[in-house]
């Protein structure tokens, strides 16, 4: 195969963050900032929230700029929904060393 981009990671981790996001709009999806230091624009980022809102989701998230990281949040109801004030997140991130363009044999 080629055209695909491979490299070393320089750092894998895991942080907590406090997180209060604002409210979603019924059936919309919208994205939100935060700050959290340390991360670093082309770091992979997973996020999981402790706990499930029914009509909520979040499928998108990623590091916008140094320190901050974007979420795309979901919902999928007919209500406005705000997500749970000042729950604690887990973000997992992955920083690349360098990206080549490579062959996976």
Do not use: C, H, W
Not at 26 to 50: H, R, W
Not at 76 to 81: D, K, L, Q, Y
Request: glycine residues 10%; aromatic residues 6%; without cysteine.
């Amino acid at each position: 195969m080629s055209g695909i981009l491979m490299g070393n990671l320089l750092a894998i981790g895991t942080v907590s963050v406090t997180l209060s996001p604002a409210l979603i709009a019924a059936n919309t999806s919208a994205e939100q900032t935060f700050t959290v230091p340390g991360l670093k624009v082309g770091d992979f980022v997973d996020v999981n929230k402790p706990t499930a809102q029914a009509g909520l989701a979040i499928f998108g998230e990623r590091v916008s700029a140094a320190d901050t990281l974007a979420i795309t949040f979901g919902n999928f109801t007919g209500s406005g929904i705000t997500p749970t004030a000042s729950q604690v997140y887990l973000v997992r991130y992955a920083r690349p060393e360098s990206v080549q363009s490579g062959v996976v044999a």
